[in-house]
Structure formats: structure tokens, C-alpha cells
């Protein structure tokens, strides 16, 4: 990696263009991590809630199922935040909502055609420009920290690997490179105004209305994978916690959570 020009991350002005209140008020970074999410909620006893960890290189990044995550130094952006929401289980999937709802708006702000896949995929194009990875620590029956885990292909040049016909970044759509920091700001800002939402279920229900409108799947055919059965439907909505519902041909309406499925269309 020794010919990439190294164009570190410039914290202070991520900062600058903050308009949050606890989101982003501290920073973790460091040059190389096995993994932010890791470190996050490996650190989250002792790091502040709204605490944001970066890294410019994972050697460890990975998406559900331990599957790989690619990103380049200097280039992708990977970062995990910190939340302490004291929160039943049952609503923790709803920060994965909040996170796609706010990836899918800052990225819509440069192409119209941004979609969620459900449950954590952030398509343009009909590509993957960002993933969502949430961790949690749970103790008795609260959630006691959440790790919202993102990495986002910004200035990652077009992809030549295995990924090339499932994967796009900003600056390979574009031609141009993005300001990773305003990103960052612009991502962080709007996903405190999104976490308000996911503490009501009157906010929820404002959340998932957005997240409806920029849904990649609602309406259409898919097929669920869950171990080695495979359920065939048209999605049909999502439910209070942010799992999908199905109609399948035989009319019945089967509910998925995110947990241990893959969607394919
Ligand atoms: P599923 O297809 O089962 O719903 P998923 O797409 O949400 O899963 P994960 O299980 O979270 O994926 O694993 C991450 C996947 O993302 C990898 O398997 C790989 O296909 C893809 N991937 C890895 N790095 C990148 C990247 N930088 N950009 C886009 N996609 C990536
Ligand atoms: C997915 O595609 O389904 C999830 C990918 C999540 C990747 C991010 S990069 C920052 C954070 N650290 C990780 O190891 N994973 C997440």
C-alpha cells in the first residue's frame, strides 16, 4: 500500500462541520485497526457515548457473518459510532433503520437513485456503496451499548476485483474525489437527528416512513435465505422492529428478522 498517496483524515474539520450535540463530540482514530467496530465495542466501557472511532485501514473489516469488507487507505471511509441508548433489545435493530436512513439521505444529496436494501446494504446504481454493521452489548434485558459500524466507498477508485459488478463508490459514479471529513460531518449530523426518532414509537414510525421511501425492495419479488430454506415473495412492508414482511404466492404474509437471512432479487 506504500504508492497510496496518504491524505489523512483531518479531524478538526470534521468537527468544524458539525451540528450535533453528542454525536462526534469525541473522536478515536488511529492510522491502522483491526477493525472499528471491534475496537469500539471492545472500548465502549470507557469511551463516551456519541464516541466516533475511525481508522484509514482495517485489516479486519467485515460485514454480518464475519464476511470480508474491503476499503482502501485514505480512501474509504470506516467508522463505527458509540451509543449507550439503554434500550430493550427488541428495538436495537432500529439503529440499523437510522443508519441507512441517514447514509441513504447524505448520498442522495449527490444521486438521485440511492437505495436501501434491506436490511444493511446502501445501493446507487444498483451497486453497494455502503454497508451497516451493527454491533451489541447486551446485559440482562437492556442494550447497554450499540456499535453503529459504517464503511462507505467514497474516493475507493472504481473496483477491479471480485466485487466489480456488485460494488461502486462516490468517486468512480462521479470522476471526482469527495471531501471524506464533509461526508463524515454531513453522515453524523443527520444520523443524531435520525436517533431521535428510533426512541418513540411515534419517531419510528416518522423513521420508517423514510425508510419505506427509499426502499430498493418494497413491492418487489425476492427471495429470503434463511439456513437452507428459501421463502419466494413479494416484500410487502417492514414491521415495528424493522423486520421485512413477505407476501408469499400462497398469500400469507411470513415475517424475517435481519439476524441470520440474506435477501436476493
Ligand atoms: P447478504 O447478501 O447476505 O444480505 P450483505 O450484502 O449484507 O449480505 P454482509 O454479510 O454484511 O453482506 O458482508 C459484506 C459483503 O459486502 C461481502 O460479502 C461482499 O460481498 C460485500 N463487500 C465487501 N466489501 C465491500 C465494499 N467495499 N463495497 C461494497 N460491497 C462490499
Ligand atoms: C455490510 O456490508 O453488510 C456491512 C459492512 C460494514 C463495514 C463497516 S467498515 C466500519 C466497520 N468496521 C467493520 O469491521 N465493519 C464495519
Redesign the pocket.
Known amino acids: 500500500m506504500s504508492n497510496i498517496p496518504k491524505n489523512k483524515l483531518n479531524l478538526q474539520l470534521i468537527q468544524d462541520n458539525l451540528t450535533t450535540h453528542y454525536i462526534g463530540q469525541s473522536f478515536y482514530y488511529r492510522e491502522e485497526m483491526d ?4 475496537f469500539a465495542k471492545g472500548g465502549a466501557e470507557s469511551l463516551k457515548d456519541g464516541c466516533v472511532v475511525l481508522c484509514e485501514e ?1 485489516t479486519a ?4 457473518k464475519n464476511r470480508y ?1 474491503f ?1 482502501i487507505p485514505y480512501k474509504s471511509v ?3 459510532v458509540i451509543l449507550k441508548p439503554n434500550i430493550l433489545p427488541v428495538k436495537a435493530p432500529r439503529f440499523t433503520i437510522a443508519a441507512a436512513v441517514s447514509l441513504c439521505e447524505v448520498i442522495s444529496e449527490f444521486f438521485d437513485d440511492c437505495y436501501i436494501k434491506w436490511p ?2 446502501i445501493l446507487i446504481n444498483n451497486k453497494k456503496i455502503s ?3 451493527l454491533d451489541c452489548t447486551i446485559e440482562g434485558n437492556v442494550v447497554k451499548y450499540v456499535t453503529v ?3 462507505i466507498n467514497v474516493n475507493t477508485p472504481c473496483f477491479e476485483n471480485e466485487l466489480k459488478e456488485i460494488a461502486t463508490s462516490l468517486s468512480c459514479e462521479k470522476g471526482t474525489e469527495f471531501s471524506r471529513e464533509h461526508i463524515i460531518a454531513k453522515i453524523l449530523n443527520s444520523l443524531e437527528q435520525n436517533i431521535e426518532l428510533v426512541y418513540s414509537d411515534i419517531g419510528f414510525k416518522i423513521l420508517m416512513q423514510k425508510y419505506r421511501e427509499k426502499s430498493y425492495v418494497l413491492g418487489k419479488v425476492v427471495r429470503i435465505i434463511e439456513a437452507d430454506t428459501e421463502t419466494e415473495g413479494e416484500v410487502h412492508g417492514f414491521d415495528e422492529h424493522g423486520q421485512i414482511q413477505i407476501i408469499t404466492r400462497f398469500g400469507n404474509i411470513v415475517t424475517f428478522n435481519s439476524g441470520d437471512v440474506s435477501l436476493r432479487y
Not at 35 to 38: A, D, E, F, V, Y
Not at 61 to 64: E, V
Open positions: 477493525s472499528t467496530n471491534k482495517q473489516g467485515h460485514g454480518r469488507w476499503s470506516c467508522m463505527s444493511n446494504d454497508g451497516i454493521l459500524g459504517m464503511g
